[in-house]
């Protein structure tokens, strides 16, 4: 039987990938981003359902609730990402008057707001609707381990508010997991602020030796929205080569 599966922004890159994935399964996708073009792009190529939405902000996701269906089987917060790469500027760098001190506040609460916040906001939004013996998966990053500033923090505070959300979905039969990725080639995460000699120590930090693959991603995912792990909640599922481990 076709499952609803609800992905946060899945226009491009992960998102764009885990809803071809669900779909050539034969599920039923919806995907929503802040961008009407790439979600258009992948409606026609993959038959998905595309909405327009910005998950930080509580009007929007109010407002798109009623073109959502009843039951959801499957949440994704996939929405998000480093959001000082769109300022162009290092928000841990210059003096500390009071205009810089302005503009390193609104960075900063720029990433919890696109990482943790908009998570929170969706799932919340979605409770009534989560289907017994579902699941919830976020995006996580290997940065809540490794550091990146406020975007490092953001994710952080994900995989650690998942740990409640487990512990109050878990009665219902709908696990809540994070799936944490390392340096993923092919998506938008670094704008066009990546160099070749960054790439270069991205890759050779892992023990796999290649970068990540949004389907790399796309599959874990699929797992722990699958019948074979029902049983799995509250855990962070790192998906990194090797660059980071755990014992």
């Known amino acids: 039987m076709s499952r609803t599966i609800l992905i946060t922004g899945g226009g491009t890159g992960i998102g764009r990938a885990t809803a071809r994935h669900f ?3 034969g599920e039923t996708v919806i995907v929503t981003g802040r961008r009407l073009q790439p979600l258009s792009d ?3 190529q993959t038959g998905v359902r595309a909405l327009v939405c ?3 902000d509580p009007q929007s ?3 798109v609730l009623s073109a959502l ?8 917060n996939n929405a998000g990402g480093n959001t000082d790469f769109d300022s162009g500027t290092d928000p841990d760098t210059g003096a ?3 205009m810089e001190l302005v503009r ?3 960075a900063f609460r720029a990433n919890l707001d696109a990482n943790l916040i908009s998570a929170a906001l969706t799932t919340k939004a979605l409770d009534g609707r989560l289907a017994a013996g579902g699941a919830v998966v976020h995006i996580g990053s290997i940065a809540a381990d490794q550091g990146a500033g406020s975007y490092g923090a953001s994710k952080a505070g994900l995989a650690t508010w998942n740990l409640d959300l487990a512990r109050l979905l878990g009665p219902r039969g ?4 994070v799936v944490s990725p390392g340096y993923i080639a092919d998506t938008e995460f670094f704008r066009d602020h990546l160099t070749d000699e960054r790439r270069e120590h991205l890759v050779a930090g892992t023990a796999t030796g290649r970068a990540g693959s949004p389907a790399d991603i796309a599959g874990a995912i699929a797992f722990l929205a699958s019948p074979a792990a029902r049983h799995i909640t509250g855990q962070v599922l790192n998906v990194n080569g090797g660059a980071h481990t755990t014992r």
């Open 174 to 177: 709908i696990t809540a997991n």
């Open 61 to 63: 996701l109010a407002g």
């Open 69 to 76: 269906p009843e039951q959801i089987d499957v949440l994704v």
């Open 96 to 98: 500390g008057d009071e």
């Open 104 to 106: 390193y506040a609104r």
């Open 54 to 56: 910005d998950h930080t």
């Open 23 to 25: 779909a050539e399964q």
């Open 42 to 44: 992948l409606a026609q």
